[in-house]
């Protein structure tokens, strides 16, 4: 597939490059003429960059752009449509986000943005642009050296399978800069937004205070 | 045609960074076009497949819809406000604390992290037929699920039903009712302003609509004046899980004293109508009575007159009279 | 030699708890597992995290409806989109067939057996056909291009109802299970209906009982009845609750030199090879199975799950991987749930509260597919974690057009105590005996007997220990239950405050599994494990015994797990809290072959005897001083040797898998493997004595907990941490149905609405205290060789009853009559000011 066939809907790919970035959300951009939207909206597939190399790096609808992780910007092709999870997951190969539930209520998926806990499966891409989104695999150090939670889940041996640990993890880094000093209830609202279905909560707890405190002291 | 409840489906999203950019949007595309403030129950029909809207409108990047002004007359808060940044508001907490209150106690952290003030009062029913696609009155059929002998209706309407028996699923509206917030809507034809339990819709005006918004119209603040400032609220929400949940009910009001007497006051219960309700008959039969448990006894046995179970709600009836009751008199303390 | 359990009888009295760890180097210490590092960086990788070149997505499309059957599919529309690779229906897949078991016998094909699609779905929400394409949204598109025409067929979402003369049957050819020629037959279908006298009962609010389909009994139950001081007729009703792992039954699949790959949860990493086989009718040898981490499974996944099929169908079928990612709402529907049992039962209590006689009749909802054995485990647990002199179980077994049911944590034994306990607790009030003290009498202790007789026999059978009333007294001290129990008011204002005490029991372990260890030329000792990684650590703590036993430093072990193409040995099915006891053996046996196989090569190197010799941390040395070797030369010489040694000669001990795996290790170490082959008296079983505080608003109807204790006798405790993490967590997956989780079910439609966690209701972290306790005895069971058993079950039940019992202490008896209760069963029965509970009412 060429270049010019993904071009149906008036929008030059090479338009979105970063430095127009800024200027993308204005209400000026020709993808506001309501006849491009009605044209473009419902035929749509998504390119699958890790399982296609060769194949086409635009299709209908996508866009490339810049997003912050983990401190790196990363190029990245999302649909409008797509989330922030689906983007971490499937685009940038940042498996450590997992899906639990994809409708706001397990907390697998918590990532921070700017330093906030968001459900990163009820985010989409195109709206974090400019912000700082950090995932469970950009805690550690360059070197490997854990965060401190990081270190007192593993002290601790916290949490049972693990499937929600991430999330968990990334809810209280994120709680413990607004509250760098929880009580251990304090602590569990600021958590209550992940659920375990191992129901380990004690332990998590246990683990959790652990890093707390170890995040004081770091 | 077979169903997949899942993958949110293309659309092209619209992302402006002014309100009035935002108006103007919203006015060309018409029906076309879904408004997206903190996401939280746009994803829901989004990824469900039910609601395909060709194009989203995304108000996540205007600014100007953001953030807590403190007036010569109360506060005004941006629309695109979070739910988090109320609750930690210093005014609102100290004046306004039936607010702040309220805000705290919905779904989850990130929820609130993300959910606005503007998207959780317009936020629509959570009917699990309704939300489920079956083609209800509410989705333009002509069919109630959930009102039958059997139809699973626990979380159901004990007031207001016409048709539809959904409840309206907001904790931040009987607080902002409480309070007398004015919403400030911009529409094609300009600024309005709507007394908060004016700007929801019951079944009987429309069923298919939860609130006064018409296409092109955008909810832009939500203004509390500094009338009911400092006086003394509550706020209760009852549900089954103390995080995520709906409520299964919540009541919140405000009172003026004099010593013990009640001066004035306003109350609002919700998750009991399609509409959110403001007990007027409650507040004026109160006036002048002392804030003790008598008047509560009488006022929630006043709240639920005409008060007409489902099946499996008739729990709403004494639970409505208790919290009403609780707003006024408080939680009882004393041994039994 | 290994210790030999004791044979006299045990005398639980001469018991005491010791220090957990104490005489042990490695067990009972806590440590951090060897995975947790991948955990936290997010590096460990579950099922929907693998990725293989040229993958497709495939999407399931399911039944709209809960019985019907597909007239006509018409996907040309769908095929023709760009992008959509293919689809997969329920001809594709293969049907059922016979197979040999592992024990050789040909088991034959079910006819009424689940498949991974379908064209005549049993319940709302059945897979019926599967659509793959280059990515999620283009097959979420084309599913909707599809048109299927199906025919709607009778249904019934109620057992009771379908009991009822006249009735809709789930199916066309029955709703209830019998067994042929009578215990020991298959299980078939058929038609089976109640009269309308049968049903009178049910007008006075009790549930109705008619013929029973099973039936045991032992003692004279109408003696003991007559002999009682109090009897009681209750009727209650166990909720549904699915499993609800938080990873789905995702799963990816791909063909490589006519092998088939399959990576997805699973309890059992082993034993999921023969699963797979079997359900795509291929040689064991054709499959490799990857499952690193498993989100969860509850006996949800226990060999992985069947759909796992649809995407290595498709996958053959495409000539490219496919990964199917297996959505909440699918997961509700797909992903299992324990039966609500509905139950009537009379139980007589002598004054000081021993129990006389039980009569237990249940009704236990099969769902739509296959028998369920939770019936039975309900009864034959109420025999032994109350020791009724006397008792009789009947039971019926209904299938209904709901989603499957499975084994769930404690299965059947759960359903068990939540039936049993309540009624204990009201018969406690109206005796006026203490709580803690009713459950002390009627507690079983040491061989303790349960079930009916043997038929053959004439015998009962009876658990290899029991310590439970030592664990209830240590429990009740912790708990401080009597300066509780005397604390007055009760009510305050609104709030009213009450406790519950629950016993606890479930199976705790199975025998006759291998171990496998390979001591490398670099001095590593490799362990293959074959448990599933459910973050229980079962999959590495068990090891710590054969360590143990090699008296080394743990750190020099490596694991290696979650991939058969590793070579693993012959392991138990992680299910029915097997896993701790049956491996702890092997691993104990295993670890003593290693080190009586190094000693012999050290023998043969430097001379002597091989009882000359010892071994500690990672060297084989003479008793007494004078020479040895270490590890890492005792493989190298191992190697040397070859034969027995090194793997090239097999241990005809061990199973047959076992011995592939070792072949497979031939030559690179010392290869090591044994069969667990330890004396065993007795079943065993793991207790819990639970203990719980709530308090509850009467105005509101709303509770919480204050406090909860589990106090286990699970024997020797291996893994303090993860011993409380199984504690505590299946205690809340207990509580769970105490007080939220539930199915919705319209039965007019047949369908679910709640299929969202704020509509079922998983307990958050908001709705258990934040500080849960737990303990354990640590008195070893004296027939297993480390003295550990299985704790995954045994607390699920304790934890629900004792919240049962502590709000029924708090609100009076009858308030409700099922679970789980919320606010709106408090309020209304508070209301009218007597129970308004109809507790056949199920799905609300």
């Not at chain 3, 789980?820 to 029965?829: E, Y």
Request: with cysteine; glycine share 10%; proline share 6%.
């Amino acid at each position: 597939m060429s270049d010019t066939d993904e071009l149906k809907n008036g929008e030059s790919p090479s338009n979105e490059n970063p430095s127009s970035e800024s200027t993308s959300k204005s209400i000026t951009r020709r993808r506001f003429i309501l006849g491009v939207i009605a044209g473009g909206a419902v035929v749509s597939a998504a390119s699958y960059r890790f399982l296609a190399p060769h194949g086409r790096t635009y299709t209908t609808g996508e866009r490339l752009i810049t997003i912050n992780v983990n401190g790196k910007p990363r190029r990245v092709d999302v649909m409008k449509q797509e989330t922030l999870a689906w983007t971490l997951r499937y685009k940038l190969g940042l498996t450590g986000t997992k899906l639990g539930c994809d409708r706001a209520e397990c907390g697998a998926c918590t990532v921070t943005i700017d330093d906030v806990p968001h459900y990163s499966c009820s985010v989409l891409t195109h709206t974090v642009r400019g912000r700082k989104v950090t995932t469970i695999e950009g805690l550690a150090a360059a070197d490997g050296t854990l965060h401190p939670v990081q270190k007192a889940v593993v002290d601790e041996q916290g949490f049972q399978c693990a499937f929600c640990m991430s999330g968990f993890i990334m809810s209280t880094v994120g709680f413990l800069k607004t509250n760098p000093n929880p009580t251990r209830s304090e602590l569990a609202h600021g958590v209550s937004g992940n659920l375990c279905r191992c129901q380990d909560y004690t332990k998590i707890l246990d683990a959790l205070m652990r890093g707390a405190e170890y995040t004081r002291r770091a | 045609m077979a169903i997949i409840r899942d993958v949110m489906p293309a659309f092209d999203l619209l992302q402006p960074s002014t309100s009035a950019d935002a108006q103007k949007l919203l006015e060309q595309c018409g029906d076309d076009a879904w408004v997206m403030a903190g996401g939280m129950d746009s994803f829901d029909w989004l990824k469900d497949r039910i609601k395909k809207p060709k194009v989203v409108v995304d108000l996540s990047g205007i600014d100007e819809l953001k953030g807590i002004r403190v007036t010569g007359d109360g506060v005004e808060i941006g629309a695109m406000t979070t739910l988090t940044e109320i609750a930690n508001h210093a005014e609102i907490r100290k004046n306004y604390g039936v607010l702040s209150q309220a805000v705290s106690l919905v779904a989850s952290p990130q929820i609130r992290n993300q959910g606005t003030l503007g998207g959780n009062v317009s936020q629509d029913v959570r009917c699990w037929y309704y939300r489920d696609g079956w083609p209800c009155y509410r989705a333009g059929g002509n069919i109630c699920y959930a009102d039958t002998p059997v139809g699973r209706n626990r979380e159901h309407a004990i007031f207001g039903a016409d048709r539809c028996v959904a409840v309206h699923p907001s904790d931040s509206v009987p607080a902002l009712i409480a309070l007398d917030a004015k919403f400030v809507l911009q529409t094609p034809k300009g600024e309005r302003t709507v007394d908060a339990e004016d700007y929801f819709v019951g079944p009987d005006m429309d069923i298919t609509k939860i609130n006064m918004l018409q296409p092109g119209d955008l909810l832009t603040a939500i203004r509390i004046p500094s009338t009911w400032a400092g006086s003394r609220f509550y706020f209760e929400k009852v549900r089954d899980r103390n995080v995520w949940d709906f409520p299964l009910m919540n009541v919140a009001s405000a009172i003026m004293l004099s010593g013990n007497t009640i001066g004035r006051m306003r109350i609002a219960v919700n998750a009991v109508s399609p509409r959110p309700m403001r007990l007027k008959a409650v507040e004026d039969a109160v006036q002048g009575k002392p804030a003790d448990a008598t008047t509560g006894e009488m006022a929630g046995k006043m709240a639920v007159e005409g008060a007409v179970p489902l099946q499996f709600n008739a729990y709403k009836i004494p639970l409505m009279r208790n919290l009403v009751k609780r707003a006024i008199a408080g939680v009882p303390s004393q041994q039994a | 030699m290994p210790p030999i359990p004791a044979h006299e009888p045990t005398k639980p009295e001469d018991e005491k708890p010791l220090p957990f760890g104490s005489g042990y180097k490695l067990i009972g210490k806590d440590y951090s597992t060897n995975d947790l590092v991948a955990k936290v960086t997010g590096q460990s990788k579950y099922a929907e995290d693998f990725r293989a070149e040229g993958m497709l997505f495939c999407r399931l499309v399911l039944s709209p409806m809960p019985h019907g059957r597909i007239k006509s599919i018409n996907a040309e529309k769908a095929l023709a989109m760009p992008g959509v690779r293919g689809i997969l229906t329920a001809a594709e897949v293969p049907g059922h067939a016979d197979y040999i078991n592992d024990n050789g016998t040909r088991i034959k094909a079910d006819k009424w057996g689940e498949l991974a699609l379908t064209d005549e779905p049993m319940y709302q929400g059945e897979p019926i056909l599967a659509v793959a394409a280059v990515d999620e949204l283009t097959a979420a598109n084309a599913i909707e291009m599809i048109e299927i025409e199906m025919e709607p067929l009778p249904f019934n979402t109620d057992p009771v109802d379908s009991l009822r003369p006249g009735s809709a049957n789930a199916r066309e050819d029955g709703n209830v299970w019998v067994r042929e020629d009578g215990d020991h037959g298959r299980e078939k279908l058929t038609s089976f209906k109640w009269t309308d006298e049968d049903f009178a009962a049910e007008k006075e609010g009790r549930m109705p009982t008619g013929k029973a389909t099973e039936h045991w009994s032992y003692g004279d139950v109408d003696a003991g009845f007559k002999n009682a001081a109090v009897v009681l007729d209750e009727t209650f009703l166990t909720a549904d609750v699915s499993h609800q792992c938080l990873e789905t039954r995702t799963a990816m699949a791909h063909w490589q030199n006519g092998k088939l790959y399959v990576y997805t949860g699973t309890q059992s990493t082993f034993q999921t090879v023969a699963a797979i086989a079997r359900w795509m009718q291929i040689d064991e040898d054709k499959v490799v199975f990857i499952s690193e981490y498993t989100g969860g499974g509850f006996g949800s996944k226990i060999t992985g799950a069947l759909t796992l099929v649809i995407p290595a169908l498709l996958s053959k079928k495409l000539n490219a991987p496919v990964m199917m990612r297996i959505s909440r709402e699918e997961e509700h529907f797909i992903g299992r749930a324990r039966p609500g049992i509905r139950a009537r039962t009379k139980i007589g209590f002598a004054k000081d509260g021993r129990i006389t006689a039980v009569d237990m009749f249940l009704v236990s909802d099969a769902g739509s597919y296959g028998s369920s054995g939770d019936g039975g485990a309900c009864g034959s647990i109420t025999s032994l974690l109350y020791q009724p002199p006397a008792m009789r179980w009947r039971n019926v077994t209904v299938a209904t057009n709901t989603p499957p049911r499975s084994a769930q944590s404690a299965p059947g034994g759960m359903q068990a105590i939540a039936i049993i306990e309540p009624i204990l607790s009201k018969a406690a009030r109206k005796l006026g005996v203490d709580q803690v003290a009713l459950r002390r009498v009627n507690c079983p202790e040491g061989k303790a007997e349960f079930g009916p007789p043997n038929p053959r026999t004439g015998k009962r059978g009876y658990t290899t220990s029991c310590f439970l009333k030592q664990a209830l007294d240590a429990g009740a001290k912790q708990f401080n239950w009597s300066e509780r129990a005397a604390r007055q008011p009760k009510q305050i204002g609104s709030k009213v405050r009450g406790m519950g005490v629950s016993l606890s029991t479930y199976h705790g372990g199975s025998t006759g599994f291998d171990g496998l260890i390979m001591v490398t030329p670099q001095g590593r000792v490799q362990i293959q494990s074959g448990i599933g990684n459910l973050g229980t650590e079962a999959v590495i703590d068990v090891h710590r015994a054969a360590a143990e036993v090699l008296n080394m430093p743990w750190e020099a072990c490596d694991i290696v797990w979650g991939d058969t193409s590793k070579h693993l040995p012959y392991t138990c099915a992680s299910g029915g809290s097997q896993t701790t006891h049956a491996m702890t053996r092997a691993a104990h046996a295993v670890g003593l072959e290693c080190a009586q196989r190094l000693k012999e090569v050290a023998a043969k190197s430097l001379g002597g005897q091989p009882d000359d010799y010892e071994v500690a941390n990672l060297r084989v040395s003479r008793k007494g001083g004078g020479g040895g070797m270490s590890f890492a030369e005792a493989a190298q010489h191992a190697i040397k040797l070859g034969g027995i040694y090194d793997g090239h000669d097999v241990n005809p001990d061990v199973d047959k898998a076992t011995q592939q795996a070792v072949t497979a290790l031939a030559g690179q170490g010392l290869v090591a493997s044994a069969k667990d082959k330890f004396p065993h008296d007795g079943d065993s079983y793991s207790y819990l004595a639970c203990f719980a505080e709530v308090e509850a608003d009467v105005e509101t109807g709303k509770y919480h907990i204050v406090d909860y204790l589990a106090y286990a006798d699970v024997g020797t405790v291996l893994h303090p941490a993860a011993l409380g993490g199984q504690v505590l967590g299946r205690s809340t997956l207990g509580i769970a149905h105490a007080i939220g989780q539930k199915w919705v079910i319209d039965p007019q439609y047949g369908a679910t609405v709640a299929k969202r966690f704020y509509q079922n209701k998983p307990p958050t972290i908001l709705d258990v205290p934040v500080d849960m306790k737990w303990n354990a005895l640590n008195i070893p069971d004296p027939e297993t060789p480390v003295g550990a058993r299985g704790c995954g079950e045994p607390p699920v039940g304790g934890g629900c009853a004792s919240i049962l019992n502590a709000l029924s202490d708090a609100l009076g008896d009858d308030i409700f009559q099922r679970t789980p209760v919320n606010a709106d069963t408090i309020l209304t029965s508070y209301e009218a000011g007597r129970p308004m509970q109809n507790p056949l009412l199920a799905h609300i």
